[in-house]
């Protein structure tokens, strides 16, 4: 059976905890073959919040490709995938996809992705939020497939420890394609 195609980017904000969850998550469920694209400054924030080098973190994608190769697959919409997830997703790149400005292959992906009308996730990562953050947060949200999914912290599932809380967060991020991670604890409502 082949194997449907899923574009993970990671830019320089905070949450590389996560983006190590939603991979392994994505690797589990073993129907999508996962295509990275780590930008320079994700590689930069990855050492300061993980004690993992980026090939320990690569090691979870079927192909990866570096924020210049411009050529790659993920480059064209004839390059079919489910869709694209940025995690975490920095403000200046939500900025650039807002914008249209594809320099790179992570905001050409995204480009794509939504010039094709397909599921676009953003875990869109800075607090405080200013007004230009929000005004291109929301009119992202406008457009056809895109869902801005914010790693926030969420307590109905009573978590135990931070790692409970990212993997719930990182079941969140691939739901829209289709991924149920095994152990997340959807609201019910039954508690009350």
Known sequence: ?????????????SGFPILEAVLRLLRQ?????????????????????TDHPAEEI??????VYQPDE??????????RTEGMLIVPCSMKTAAGI?????ENLI?????????????????ARETPLSAIHLKNLHELSML???????????FYNQPKSIEDMVYHTAAK???????????????TGDEI
């Open 144 to 154: 056809p497939g895109v869902r801005i999914i914010p790693p926030m912290m969420t």
């Open 29 to 49: 469920d073993g129907s999508l073959e996962v295509h990275l694209i780590l930008s320079d400054s994700a590689k930069l924030t990855l050492k300061h919040e």
């Open 1 to 13: 059976m082949e194997k449907r195609r899923i574009v993970v980017a990671a830019t320089g904000a």
């Open 70 to 79: 411009i050529w790659a697959g993920p480059a064209s919409g004839t390059f």
């Open 173 to 187: 991020l691939v739901e829209p394609f289709g991924v149920e991670a095994k152990s997340y604890c959807r609201w």
């Open 58 to 63: 690569e090691r979870y994608a079927d192909f």
């Open 107 to 123: 905001l050409r992906a995204a480009d794509v992705t939504i010039k094709e009308q397909r599921t676009l996730v953003l875990a």
């Open 98 to 102: 807002h914008s249209g400005y594809a």
